[in-house]
């Protein structure tokens, strides 16, 4: 099956991106990837990692899980139990709507009862505003206004969202150095954006102005980097080519896609699929 979308909410996937991810490694990595490496070094929800499989079934694909998706996924079953213990005391209020504090904290008893796994990203897209998280249950009990967001159906299994795809759990500095010499190894990199909120991510924090340089002595073509405008990647690219700059010649050529994405009438920005496959 071909997702086009992550069966799990998760903040970042490149869903916009995925038409041009397929024609870029069909156009550039052929035999349906055969001899081929594919490394999603910061695999988010595996989006990525489940489309290089299905585009290149032959190819080695590694889904560096540093997020614990792959749990939430394993846990599909508990989220839905508590998607509708929660539906159901909310089954006659208004969708949309702040819950009255009776009802919240009917709410926060059924959380703190619950035997199961918690998926909190699936919880607060239940129960906070729009576009609200956290990473913490005591958290999401006890510091948030809720409303009735919940899910009005139950998510679907993914037994087979990563079928044939490696799951690892490494740091990047400690997984990519493992192909740094291999010509048919792509890395495909999309971490968090420097300087931009970074509180979605599991580990957040875990990756500052020191791990991007730190990255980037790693970066190398082929690879595939994911970016914004709300971080500077494009101008520190220039800057390091223009100044031949250490590792210049890695990163010189590249080429780049451009999705404009509108938030709201004043918040808009660009998202970049920056790309090289030139040996350097």
Known sequence: MNYTQAPLPFTGQKRRFLNHFKTLLKQHIPDDGEGWT???AFGGSGLLAHTAKQVLPKARVIYNDFDGYSERLQNINDTNKLRTIIADLLAHYPR???LPETLKKTVQAALNSFGGYIDLDCVASWLLFS???TTDLHDLIHNYTYYNGVRLSDYPSADK???GVEIVSKSYHELLPEFQNDSKALL???PPYVCTAQGSYRKAGYFGMVQFLRL???VRPPFVFFSSTRSELLDYLDFIVNEKAEGWQN???YQKISVHVTMNKTAHYEDNMIYNFQAA
């Open 96 to 98: 949309n709507q702040k």
């Open 216 to 218: 980037m002595r790693l």
């Open 251 to 253: 990163l010189q050529n």
């Open 161 to 163: 969202y990563l079928d």
């Open 131 to 133: 576009g609200r998280q």
């Open 38 to 40: 594919i490394v999603d």
């Open 188 to 190: 495909v990199l999309d």
